[in-house]
C-alpha cells in the first residue's frame, strides 16, 4: 500500500512527461480499439451479407452432393423435402428453412440466347434470405406468379431484357430429355456479388420442379435467429438425422464462404502488423519515461537503499510506476476508444464495393469487449515489460555510489 | 556493550591503475550510547568508514561486527535488514523523499520493518521530538534546510535503531542551525541512549562530542573523550 502510493506520486512528479507516455499509451489504445472494431465491423458485415444474401446459417445436402453435385448434380437429391423441412423447423433457433433446386440452361429472347444458373427457389422463405438482395427494377418473386422470373443485373443486360419481357427457358430434364418453358422478367436484381449477378436467374422452385420432372430439391438453405447459435443447432440436427435415420449432410456457412474466410485471414494479417507497431510505440515511451526517471532519481534509490530498502523492493516499485502508468493509460484509452468508436458508428465511414460487387456500404467501428480488453492488457503489459530494465539498473546500483548524487 | 567492532579494516579503492587507500587498519570500537565524532581533513576517509560501519561499503579487509553481527558475512539482502532494524541515517543533503510529505518520510523505516501497529503514534511522537509535530503535512521543499533535518534526524530515530550514523549532519547549514542540530542530536542521544556516530570538520561542533576520533590518510591519529 504504501509502495503503491510512493509509486503514485513518484509517477506525478514529472506531470508533463508522465501526461505524454500516458497520452502514447491511450493513442495505442485508441488505434488498437478503432481499427479493431472497424475490422470486427467488416467481418460482421460482410459475414451477415453472405449469410443473409444466399448462404444461409448452413446448409442440408444428400450425403455426396457437396463433393460430386457440382458434375451430376441431380444424383444426390433430397427426396420429401416437405417433411425434412419440417423436421428442421422443429429445432430450436432455426427460424427457416428454404429449399434450393439449382441447374443450368438456356435463355432466350429469340434474338440472343445465353447460358444461365437457375436457381428455383421458395419466393416467402428466400425474401429472408435476400436481405442484401436488391431489385433494381420491377419486383421481386412473389408466391402468385409461378412463370414470373427475374434476372441479374449482368445477365439482364447482356440479352437487353427488362420487367415485362417474355423469354423462353430451355433445359435438361433430371431424366435428360430437353425441356422448355415460357416465362415472364418481372425483375432485375443485384446482389453483392457481380458474379453471380452476371449468370443468375430465380424462379418459384415449383416451376423448376417442374421444368426438370422432379419433386425433390438438392439444398435446404437453413436460417436460424442468430449466427452465434450455428454451432449448436448444426450439433442438434447431425443427432437428429442420425436418429432419423437420413442420408443428410450439413455445411455451416463459414465452409461455404471461401471470400470471406480469406478476407478475414488478409485483415487479421494487417491487424496483427499494426498491434506490433503500436506495442512498439508504447514499449518506446514508457521505457524512455522509466529511463529518465531512473537516471532523475539516481541519488533516491541510494538513500532508499541506505535505509534498508531491499533491491527487489527497489525493481518493484519502478515496476509498479509502470505499472500504474499503463492502467491509467489504457483507462484513458479504452474511454477515447469507447467515445471515438460511437462518434465514427455515428458518422460512418462510406465503403467502396468490396471486390465482386456493386453494392457500397457504410462502415462503422463495433465495440467488442474482447478488443478493448486486449488493449488494456497489452498497454498494461509492454509498460510493466518496457519498465523492468530501467527498473532492475536502479536496483544494481552501488549504494555508496548513488548516494553522491544528492547534492 | 560494544555496539560497533572494526578489527584491521582496510578500503582500497581502484581508479584504473592506480590504488587509492582509503583506509588502513583501522581499529575502532565503539560502546553502546556515545555520542561520538570522527574527524579529520578531507579525503581523510571518514566518509568511507562511516559507510562500512552503515553496512553500505564493505571493506577490502579486516573485521566489522554491529550489534553483534558479522556483517561482512551477510547477503545484500540480509544487509539491508541491519540496516533497516539497527541503523539510522543523517546525511548531509537530508536526503528526504521530496513527493512524501513530512510524516510519510518519517514512517519510511517504519514500513521498512513491516511495523503495522501505532506507527502514526511514532511518527507523532517523533516529530514532536524534534520540534516539527505542525509541519508533519508539509512537503520537504516546503522546509528551511535545519527544518529538513530534523526531519531526517526524526526519521533515523523513529525505528529505534541501536545506532545512527551522521556523515556532516551540518555541512549544509549555517553554523547557528549546525550547532542546534547537533545538541537536538545530543538531547535524544541522552535521552534515548541511542549511540551516534557523526563526522564533522568542523571544530566548535566536534567540541559538543563526548569521543573525538581523529583520522589521517586513512589511518587513526588520535582518539579522545571530552568528558
Ligand atoms: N568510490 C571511490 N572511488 C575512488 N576513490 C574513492 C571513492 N570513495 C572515496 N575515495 C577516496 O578515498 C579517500 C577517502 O575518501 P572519503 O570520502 O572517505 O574522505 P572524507 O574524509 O569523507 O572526505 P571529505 O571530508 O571531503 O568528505 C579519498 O582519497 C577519496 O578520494
Ligand atoms: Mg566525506
Redesign the interface.
Known amino acids: 500500500m504504501?509502495n503503491l502510493?510512493?509509486a503514485f506520486?513518484?509517477i506525478f512528479?514529472n506531470r508533463t512527461r508522465s501526461l505524454i507516455t500516458l497520452g502514447a499509451i491511450a493513442f495505442g489504445c485508441i488505434s488498437l480499439i478503432i481499427a479493431g472494431g472497424f475490422m470486427e465491423d467488416i467481418f460482421f458485415k460482410l459475414r451477415e451479407s453472405y449469410i443473409h444474401s444466399f448462404l444461409g446459417h448452413m446448409q442440408v445436402y444428400r450425403k455426396g452432393f457437396f463433393e460430386k453435385g457440382a458434375a451430376r448434380p441431380f444424383d444426390f437429391m433430397i427426396s420429401d423435402p416437405v417433411a425434412v423441412e419440417k423436421r428442421i423447423l422443429s429445432v430450436e433457433h432455426v427460424r427457416l428453412v428454404a429449399p434450393r433446386l439449382e441447374f443450368s440452361g438456356l435463355l432466350s429472347t429469340g434474338d440472343t440466347t445465353v447460358s444461365f444458373i437457375g436457381q428455383g427457389i421458395s419466393p416467402h422463405e428466400e425474401k429472408e434470405l435476400s436481405n442484401f438482395l436488391f431489385i433494381s427494377s420491377g419486383e421481386n418473386l412473389s408466391g402468385g406468379d409461378p412463370y414470373g422470373i427475374i434476372l441479374g443485373k449482368g445477365l439482364a443486360r447482356s440479352i437487353n431484357a427488362k420487367p415485362g419481357d417474355p423469354l423462353v427457358i430451355l433445359t435438361n430434364t433430371k431424366g435428360g430429355a430437353i425441356n422448355a418453358l415460357d416465362v415472364t422478367v418481372k425483375g432485375v436484381f443485384y446482389t453483392a456479388s457481380k458474379a453471380f449477378d452476371d449468370r443468375a436467374v430465380r424462379l418459384p422452385i415449383g416451376t423448376a420442379q417442374k421444368l426438370l420432372h422432379t419433386d425433390d430439391v438438392q439444398t435446404l438453405v437453413v436460417l436460424l435467429d442468430r449466427t452465434d447459435n450455428t454451432g449448436a443447432v448444426m450439433k442438434n440436427l447431425s443427432a437428429m438425422f442420425k436418429k432419423d435415420g437420413l442420408d443428410l449432410e450439413i455445411k455451416p456457412w463459414y465452409e461455404l464462404a471461401d471470400f470471406y474466410n480469406k478476407t478475414v485471414a488478409l485483415y487479421k494479417r494487417q491487424f496483427m502488423v499494426l498491434k506490433i507497431i503500436i506495442a512498439i510505440v508504447v514499449v518506446l515511451s514508457v521505457f524512455n519515461t522509466m529511463n529518465m526517471s531512473v537516471l532523475e532519481r539516481v541519488?533516491?534509490v541510494g538513500?532508499?537503499?541506505?535505509?534498508?530498502?531491499?533491491?527487489?523492493t527497489v525493481v518493484a516499485l519502478f515496476i509498479t510506476e509502470g505499472l500504474i502508468l499503463g492502467a491509467i493509460g489504457g483507462i484513458i484509452g479504452l474511454a477515447g476508444g469507447y467515445l471515438l468508436a460511437s462518434v465514427i458508428s455515428y458518422v460512418g465511414i462510406p465503403m467502396p464495393p468490396p471486390p465482386g460487387s456493386t453494392a457500397s456500404w457504410t462502415a462503422q467501428v463495433k465495440v467488442v469487449p474482447g478488443v478493448f480488453l486486449y488493449a488494456f492488457v497489452l498497454a498494461i503489459a509492454t509498460s510493466a515489460v518496457s519498465s523492468f530494465y530501467p527498473a532492475f539498473k536502479a536496483s544494481r546500483l552501488e549504494?555508496?555510489e548513488a548516494?553522491r548524487h544528492?547534492? | 556493550m560494544k555496539i560497533v567492532y572494526v578489527g584491521k579494516v582496510t578500503k582500497e579503492f581502484h581508479l584504473g591503475s592506480t590504488v587509492v587507500n582509503a583506509l588502513r587498519d583501522i581499529d575502532l570500537t565503539v560502546e553502546s550510547g556515545e555520542f561520538m565524532a570522527i574527524a579529520g581533513p578531507s579525503g581523510s576517509g571518514k566518509s568511507t568508514l562511516l559507510n562500512i560501519i552503515g553496512c553500505i561499503e564493505r571493506p577490502t579487509s579486516g573485521e566489522v561486527r554491529i550489534d553483534g553481527v558479522d556483517v561482512l558475512n551477510l547477503s545484500s539482502n540480509e544487509l539491508a535488514q541491519v540496516r533497516a532494524a539497527r541503523i539510522g541515517f543523517i546525511f548531509q543533503t537530508f536526503n528526504l523523499l521530496p513527493v512524501l510529505s513530512v510524516a510519510e518520510n518519517v514512517e519510511y523505516p517504519l514500513h521498512l520493518k513491516r511495523e503495522r501497529d501505532g506507527k502514526a503514534g511514532k511518527v507523532a511522537s517523533i516529530l514532536k521530538e524534534v520540534g516539527l509535530e505542525r509541519f508533519s503535512r508539509h512537503k520537504p521543499a516546503e522546509l528551511s534546510g535545519g527544518q529538513r533535518q530534523r526531519v531526517a534526524i526524526a526519521r533515523a530515530l523513529v525505528g529505534s535503531p541501536s545506532i545512527i550514523l551522521a556523515d556532516e549532519p551540518t555541512a549544509n547549514l549555517d553554523h547557528n542551525t549546525g550547532t542546534e542540530i547537533l545538541n537536538l542530536m545530543k538531547g535524544l542521544n541522552k535521552k534515548f541512549g541511542t549511540t551516534f556516530i557523526f563526522s564533522t570538520h568542523d571544530q566548535k561542533i566536534m567540541a559538543l562530542a563526548d569521543r573525538v576520533v581523529e583520522l589521517r590518510d586513512g589511518m587513526t591519529a588520535g582518539d579522545r573523550c571530552t568528558t
Open positions: 504504501y502510493r510512493l506520486k513518484n512528479r541519488g533516491e538513500t532508499i537503499m541506505a535505509l534498508g530498502t531491499k533491491k527487489r549504494i555508496a548516494l544528492n547534492i
